[in-house]
C-alpha cells in the first residue's frame, strides 16, 4: 500500500532531525477518514486539533489549508485514512518553547481497507496489563506522547486479538490503545471518562453529540454485566466486541443504530476496494 | 550556534516523517558532556540507554559506534554537548512494533556554554503547578515522551529562574524539567526515587556510586529545612539552588565536595569557551 505524504505542504518525506516533534513528541495529530473526496468528521476533528494547540501553547493551525491538504493527498483513494501530524517545529535545546513557533504538518493518506465481518460480528479485545498514567493537563488531546499505547500494543501478538482494552490505575477500563469504549449496561449506553487519561476521539464525540449517553467510570466487572460492549474509532467505525475472556456478547441492537448512523454520514462499514474485490 | 548533526552516521539533517520518533514519540535520547574528546560518563549513559531499549522492546544498541560518532561530531568544540536520539524508527500505520526495527540514530554536537556564576552563587528555582504523572512502565527513562516538561517549562519565561521543580501528584517533589533533585535534610543526603516518575539522571547515578545518599520521598515542607538544595545534570553538573521562593541557600559544602569531584571527572564547573573569553 504506497502512502502519498507531504511535509509543510511540499511533496517531501522528511522533517527536520531538529523538530521538537521528532525530539520530545511535542504536537498533536488526527487520523481522518475521507470516503469519495469527502471526509464527513473533519469539523470534529479540526475543533479537537484547535483545542489541542491551544492546550499546548501551539499557534492556532490554518484548518483550511489543512483540509485542502487532505483532499489533494487522498485524491484518487476511493476510501483513505488521512493522518495529520502537527508538531511545535523546530527547535534549539531544550524544553524552552521556541520564541517563535513554526509548527511543522504532516499529512499521509493511504488508502484504507476495513474487514467487513469485524463490523458484523464483532471482535475479540483483552485486557492490557499496562495501565494508562493520570495527567489532567494531557488527557484527552491526541498527542504526540504515545508510549503507553505502543507498550500496551506490544503486549500481544495473536492475530485473533483485535484490541487492546487500556484500564486507569484504579482499575476502570478508559479506553482501547486505538478506538474508545462504550458500552450498554442495565439498559443504559455509558462510557469512560477521558479528563484523567485517555483520548476524547472523535467518533466518542459524534456519538456524545447524537445520543444519549452517561459519561462514568466502568469497572471490568461491571462491563462483564454488559448487554452489548463497542469501540469507537474515526477510522474504523463501530466496531462491536464479540469477547473479553471468557465473557461473549453479540453484536447488539445499540451499535447497529450507530452503524447505520455512520453509513449515513456517510461512512459505510466497507470500504470499496473491498467491495471491489468480492 | 552552530550544530553538526548525523541521522543514521550520514552528515544529513532530516528523518523520516514516518519514523515513530516523531509519529508517536517512541524512543530515547541522551544528552552527553564531551570535553577535550572525552565523555567521562559515557559509561552510564550507555548503561541508561541499553537498558531504555530493553524496556520499550527495541534492538540493544550500538554502544560503541555511537560512541564513536559523538567523539566524531564534538571533535573541534572544546567542549560540547552531544544529544543522542534513538527512535524505533520507520513504521506502518498503527502502535503495533514493526516486525523489523530498524531503529534511527541521530546524533547532534553542539559547542557548551555554562555559566560559572551559576555554579559558585547558585541559581534561583520555582515550583511547577504541572504534576507529574505516575507511570512505572516508563519511569527513569530518558524516553522521547516529554510534553509534560515542555508544558511546566513553559510556566515561565522570567530568566532569573533557573530552573522549575517537579513534584508528584502526592505533591512530594521528584526533579526538576531537566535535572535530578539532592537536598541535604537533618545532616542526610536525600534524593527521591525516580520509579513511578521522573528520568533516573546520569549525575544522579554517579553521585548515587560514590556517596550514601538516601532516596525518599522528599515533601516541599521537609525540602524548605533542608541545609542544602542542589540539583544535578549530566551536562550541567551541579548546580546549587539559592533561591525557592522565600527560601533561600547559600551554596553549601556537600555541593561543593560533588562541584570538586565532577572536577576530577574531567568534567570543569566552567567550559574552556568561557574561560577564554575572560
Given at each position: 500500500m504506497s502512502t502519498r505524504?507531504?511535509?509543510?505542504?511540499?511533496?517531501?518525506?522528511?522533517?527536520?532531525?531538529?523538530?521538537r516533534g521528532f525530539t520530545y513528541g511535542d504536537g498533536l495529530f488526527e487520523t481522518v477518514r475521507v470516503v469519495g473526496g469527502v471526509a464527513p468528521l473533519w469539523p470534529r476533528h479540526a475543533a479537537r486539533l484547535t483545542r489541542g494547540c491551544a492546550q499546548l501553547r501551539m499557534p492556532a493551525p490554518g484548518i483550511d489549508a489543512i483540509y485542502a491538504e487532505i483532499l489533494r493527498l487522498s485524491g484518487g483513494f476511493p476510501d483513505a485514512v488521512v493522518r495529520v501530524t502537527l508538531s511545535r517545529g523546530v527547535g534549539e535545546r531544550g524544553y524552552a518553547l521556541p520564541?517563535?513557533?513554526?509548527?511543522?504538518?504532516?499529512?499521509?493518506?493511504?488508502?484504507?481497507?476495513?474487514?467487513?465481518?469485524?463490523?458484523?460480528?464483532?471482535?475479540?479485545?483483552?485486557?492490557?496489563?499496562l495501565q494508562l498514567a493520570t495527567q489532567p493537563a494531557l488527557a484527552g488531546l491526541k498527542h504526540l506522547n504515545r508510549l503507553e499505547q505502543v507498550l500496551a500494543r506490544a503486549e500481544w501478538t495473536d492475530p485473533a486479538i483485535g484490541e487492546g482494552l487500556l484500564c486507569d490505575m484504579a482499575g476502570d477500563v478508559v479506553c482501547a490503545t486505538a478506538a474508545n469504549l462504550f458500552a450498554v449496561i442495565d439498559g443504559?449506553?455509558?462510557t469512560p471518562p477521558v479528563d484523567l487519561c485517555g483520548v476524547a476521539g472523535v467518533a466518542r464525540a459524534e456519538i456524545l453529540a447524537t445520543r444519549a449517553v452517561a459519561v462514568t467510570r466502568v469497572g471490568l466487572a461491571r462491563l462483564h454485566q454488559a448487554s452489548e460492549v463497542f469501540?469507537?474509532?474515526?477510522?474504523?467505525?463501530?466496531?462491536?466486541?464479540?469477547?473479553?475472556?471468557?465473557?461473549?456478547?453479540?453484536?447488539?441492537?445499540?451499535?447497529?443504530?450507530?452503524?447505520?448512523?455512520?453509513?449515513?454520514?456517510?461512512?459505510?462499514?466497507?470500504?470499496?476496494?473491498?467491495?471491489?474485490?468480492?
Amino acid at each position: 500500500m504506497s502512502t502519498r505524504r507531504s511535509v509543510d505542504f511540499r511533496d517531501v518525506g522528511v522533517v527536520s532531525a531538529a523538530d521538537r516533534g521528532f525530539t520530545y513528541g511535542d504536537g498533536l495529530f488526527e487520523t481522518v477518514r475521507v470516503v469519495g473526496g469527502v471526509a464527513p468528521l473533519w469539523p470534529r476533528h479540526a475543533a479537537r486539533l484547535t483545542r489541542g494547540c491551544a492546550q499546548l501553547r501551539m499557534p492556532a493551525p490554518g484548518i483550511d489549508a489543512i483540509y485542502a491538504e487532505i483532499l489533494r493527498l487522498s485524491g484518487g483513494f476511493p476510501d483513505a485514512v488521512v493522518r495529520v501530524t502537527l508538531s511545535r517545529g523546530v527547535g534549539e535545546r531544550g524544553y524552552a518553547l521556541p520564541l517563535r513557533q513554526a509548527p511543522t504538518l504532516v499529512v499521509a493518506a493511504a488508502e484504507l481497507t476495513l474487514d467487513p465481518v469485524a463490523f458484523r460480528e464483532g471482535i475479540a479485545v483483552r485486557v492490557c496489563d499496562l495501565q494508562l498514567a493520570t495527567q489532567p493537563a494531557l488527557a484527552g488531546l491526541k498527542h504526540l506522547n504515545r508510549l503507553e499505547q505502543v507498550l500496551a500494543r506490544a503486549e500481544w501478538t495473536d492475530p485473533a486479538i483485535g484490541e487492546g482494552l487500556l484500564c486507569d490505575m484504579a482499575g476502570d477500563v478508559v479506553c482501547a490503545t486505538a478506538a474508545n469504549l462504550f458500552a450498554v449496561i442495565d439498559g443504559e449506553l455509558v462510557t469512560p471518562p477521558v479528563d484523567l487519561c485517555g483520548v476524547a476521539g472523535v467518533a466518542r464525540a459524534e456519538i456524545l453529540a447524537t445520543r444519549a449517553v452517561a459519561v462514568t467510570r466502568v469497572g471490568l466487572a461491571r462491563l462483564h454485566q454488559a448487554s452489548e460492549v463497542f469501540l469507537t474509532s474515526a477510522v474504523r467505525g463501530i466496531l462491536p466486541v464479540r469477547a473479553l475472556g471468557a465473557h461473549t456478547w453479540q453484536p447488539g441492537p445499540v451499535a447497529g443504530a450507530l452503524q447505520a448512523h455512520w453509513a449515513s454520514l456517510g461512512l459505510p462499514l466497507t470500504t470499496r476496494a473491498k467491495d471491489r474485490d468480492r
